[in-house]
Antibody, heavy 126, light 107 residues
Framework: EVQLVESGGRLGRPGGSLRLSCVAS????????MSWVRQAPGKGLEWLSI????????YYIDSVRGRFTISRDNSKNTLYLEMNSLRAEDTAVYYC???????????????????WGQGTLVPVSP | TQLTPSPSFLSASVGDRVTITCRAS??????LAWYQQKPGKAPKLLIY???TLQNGVPSRFSGSVSGAIFTLTISSLQPEDFATYYC???????????FGPGTKVEI
């Protein structure tokens, strides 16, 4: 059974940093691109970033590019999101998700997300 | 790319046939998926590639596309189907992935 378990969510301060982790099990982690998606309280889903299976290629949404960094350690079956220069509008539940599908772009393969973690809450407040 | 769902809120009864649409601002060469999310839970993939049912998803769910309009149909609404439904698109190329604002299906 595919399992994704996020951790690291805690109160963040504006301008501060946090690192989220997502531990995967039940599948060959190094074969899949992985993404982070967030959901602000009472709002919809917002895709943030995706990283290729090898970790060589990453894409970001404009609002987090330069502030957030996605990475992975395939030897530890773990996906990371380094969040810097936090803003109040970064307050959200952060989900990791496994990419699936056959569309390939710049080393990343996937056009949808077939497995999701339970999410980890990051409130950002002074 | 923008996704405009229709409707944003839907009131229905058990047994109803429910149709939710997403209009993509760029409909060509798009790859669209549908997700179901219940309060406090992670999204769950229902349909990908516009019309392919994810393993384990009941056959009452179906997806279709006509031009730039993508449709999710629930043929006979069940009590466990009351949730929010999101469409998600990737155009034929690099990200971003785009989620629609969601359609909430309530009793």
């Amino acid at each position: 059974e595919v399992q994704l378990v996020e951790s690291g969510g805690r109160l963040g301060r504006p301008g501060g940093s946090l690192r989220l982790s997502c531990v995967a099990s039940g599948f060959t982690f190094g074969n899949f691109a992985m993404s982070w998606v967030r959901q602000a309280p009472g709002k919809g889903l917002e895709w943030l970033s995706i990283i290729s299976a090898s970790g060589d290629t990453a894409y970001y949404i404009d609002s987090v590019r330069g502030r957030f960094t996605i990475s992975r350690d395939n030897s530890k079956n773990t996906l990371y999101l380094e969040m810097n220069s936090l803003r109040a509008e970064d307050t959200a539940v952060y989900y990791c998700a496994r990419a699936a599908g056959t569309i390939a772009f710049g080393g990343v393969i996937g056009d949808h997300f077939d497995s999701w973690g339970q999410g980890t809450l990051v409130p950002v407040s002074p | 790319t923008q996704l405009t769902p229709s409707p944003s809120f839907l009131s229905a009864s058990v047994g109803d046939r429910v149709t939710i649409t997403c209009r993509a601002s760029q409909g060509f060469n798009s790859f669209l998926a549908w997700y179901q999310q219940k309060p406090g839970k992670a999204p769950k993939l229902l349909i990908y590639g516009e019309s392919t049912l994810q393993n384990g998803v009941p056959s009452r769910f179906s997806g279709s596309v006509s031009g730039a309009i993508f449709t999710l149909t629930i043929s006979s609404l069940q009590p466990e189907d009351f949730a929010t439904y999101y469409c998600q698109q990737l155009n034929n190329g690099p990200p971003p992935f785009t989620f629609g604002p969601g359609t909430k299906v309530e009793i």
